[in-house]
């Protein structure tokens, strides 16, 4: 190693363990290695969207191919910044992410999207009769979302936004209970679960209805591992594929490993979420080309919204946004 | 003059030029990724590129510190003074006043909003809340430190409790209200920020939407647009401070 490379591998350790602080104690990358361990960023807390992960480790799935798994992580983890900076292995993140960290210079990949079909929303009260999201921006009230996503970039575009007041999403839905005409991004699994048993009545339209449907929790590599340890990689996703078919068959033992970790999330909770994500995850295509899977034809249309919203400088070439592990000889045919 | 202007200004300057050339050496010498460490000319190019956006925001957030700021001013005093008239008050009063001092921000932000609605007035009330204790404990303390022998002065000649205040404890206490507000004008700006992040508006949601979109480069643009204000403040009781006192108090008389 030179001189000059081993000074950027002392501050890109550096950074890594910086930015690593909240996430995880000790242990960096190279050490873990040498173990045949790696480890895993996670976005949020254990909820079912991290289902087959969980499901994977409970059943060794992981385990019997060599493969010692650390999950870490958590809400507002840099997850991005942690997988580029070589701290962790591997992150959860959103596609669209995945594409604005390559247009930002980060070489980020894709290996395995959990959600064909984004679980995001907006929640409304039923009780204001309305059909769409056309229906919900036309109708006004304030529109609770975290700032900066790019989905509201998208609906700012495409429908009448001026009638909505739109403030921070504050990860609390008591604004919601409070506010009749208050609209708020969700994830299906989890929110209007919790609002409907908090006495309210909410109806849900998912962001993919407007047209904009990025992959979700995504598990990101960087594209120079995903190239160096094809071999590793495709264990990892197949460990992977089968814990999240074994969470899909019957989530009742991983729902309960999380429970313990996520005492915030009751049992029932869990066991609803599981259940509103199962449609999202495995669609017609995904049935065909196994969970997980991803289409270029999908990369490409993300791409070319992200550009379109002047989220990114040029589309990135698709083909460098994913890695298709399993199909690594043949990439499969786009459906749809 | 010009001694003094070189004395004041280059020190600094000369520091802000060595770090902020040893930053952008440093970080492109090293490889890092703009993604987890902008270089300073990087951050600069940002703060031009959005300037749109930026200026309108630190408008909006330097709004909210000056009317949360004000009010702390206002009512910190009006607290102040209240406790500073008897024992009895003060040891009554001044621990809540204390442990009030110490409840984090962050963790009742999410309520400013269910008590006061999204926008300006959940800000304002953030940049309040962080702002108004340094204004009560310093103004006390110094409204409690008057020299007993003036207070039996005044006492002597017959003077009105008004009297009292407005003559001789006000402006006794003028150095620690004024330290204060030194203090109070950095946590407004902090404040204000965090009530941004969960109220909306202003350079809270820029760095938020920044980071959310994994400009680094922008978050640092709207951090130092932030910082840049509350020095602006600091400035501006500085000065306040050597306009009120440079007659009597030494601590502005010497050089």
């Known amino acids: ?336 | 003059m010009k001694p003094r202007f070189v004395e004041t200004f280059v020190p600094p300057a000369a520091t802000f030029l060595l770090t902020t050339a040893a930053a952008e050496f440093g970080i492109r010498a090293a490889g890092v990724s703009p993604l987890l460490l902008p270089t300073p000319s990087a951050v600069a190019r940002a703060a031009l590129q959005h300037a749109p956006t930026l200026l309108p925001a630190l408008a909006m957030t330097a709004q909210a510190v000056a009317i949360g700021l004000a009010l702390s001013i206002a009512l910190g005093l009006l607290v102040a003074i209240a406790l500073s008239t008897s024992r009895w008050v003060e040891r009554a009063f001044y621990p809540y006043a204390i442990f009030f001092q110490i409840v984090p921000i962050v963790a009742i932000a999410p309520l400013l909003v269910i008590w006061f609605g999204y926008g300006m007035r959940a800000v304002v009330a953030a940049a309040f809340i962080v702002s108004v204790f340094p204004v009560i404990a310093n103004s006390l303390a110094g409204l409690l430190s008057v020299d007993p022998a003036l207070r039996d002065l005044f006492r002597l000649y017959g003077a009105s409790g008004f009297a009292r205040l407005w003559k001789l404890s006000l402006p006794w206490a003028l150095p620690n209200v004024l330290t204060g507000l030194r203090i109070a004008a950095g946590l407004a700006v902090i404040g204000a920020i965090v009530g941004e992040f969960v109220g909306g508006g202003g350079l809270g949601v820029v760095v938020l939407e920044a980071m959310r979109q994994q400009r680094t480069d922008l978050v640092f643009a709207a951090v130092l647009h932030a910082a840049a204000l509350g020095l602006a403040l600091f400035a501006a009781v500085n000065a306040t401070s050597h306009f009120a006192l440079r007659r009597w108090h030494t601590q502005e008389t010497e050089p």
């Not at chain 1, 019997?64 to 999950?71: A, C, D, Q, S, V």
């Not at chain 1, 990689?233 to 992977?240: E, G, I, M, Q, S």
Request: hydrophobic letters at 45%; aromatic letters at 8%.
């Open chain 1, 1 to 336: 190693m030179s001189r000059r490379a081993a000074s950027k591998r002392a501050v890109a350790i550096g950074m890594a363990a910086l930015l690593a602080i909240p996430a995880c104690g000790g242990e960096d990358a190279a050490t873990r290695a040498t173990a045949g361990k790696v480890a895993l960023a996670l976005n949020w807390k254990p909820e079912p969207e991290f289902g087959g992960l969980y499901e994977a480790q409970r059943m060794d799935a992981f385990a019997k191919r060599g493969i010692t798994l650390e999950l870490t992580g958590g809400p507002g983890a840099p997850v991005v910044q942690m997988v580029e900076a070589g701290k962790v292995e591997f992150g959860i993140a959103a596609a669209d992410e995945v594409v604005l960290a390559r247009d930002r210079g980060a070489d980020i990949v894709a290996v395995f999207a959990t959600y064909q079909t984004n679980p995001q929303g907006i929640m409304v009260h039923a009780a204001r009769g309305l059909h769409s999201l056309a229906d919900v921006f036309a109708a006004g009230g304030t529109l609770a979302v975290e700032p900066g996503v790019a989905y509201t970039k998208f609906f700012e575009k495409h429908y009448d936004l001026t009638k909505m007041k739109i403030v921070p999403y504050g990860y609390s839905i008591a604004p919601f209970l409070g506010d009749p005409t208050l609209a708020q991004q969700v994830f299906v699994t989890a929110e209007p679960i919790a609002a409907r048993r908090q006495g309210a009545d909410p109806q849900v339209f998912l962001i993919a209805e407007s047209g904009f449907n990025p992959y979700a929790a995504v598990v990101i590599t960087t594209g120079a591992r995903a190239r160096a340890e094809t071999k590793r990689l495709a264990d990892f996703v197949a460990a992977l594929r089968e814990g999240w078919r074994g969470y899909l068959d019957d989530p009742t033992l991983a729902n309960a490993l999380m429970g313990q970790l996520n005492k915030e999330m009751d049992a029932d909770t869990f066991r609803l979420g599981a259940a509103a994500q199962q449609p999202l995850i495995e669609d017609a295509f995904a049935k065909q080309s196994g969970v997980g899977a991803m289409s270029l034809e999908r990369w490409a249309t993300l791409g070319r919204q992200l550009q379109e919203l002047g989220l990114i400088g040029a589309a990135p070439a698709p083909r460098d946004c994913f890695v298709q592990v399993e199909t690594l000889q043949s990439p499969p045919e786009p459906l749809r």
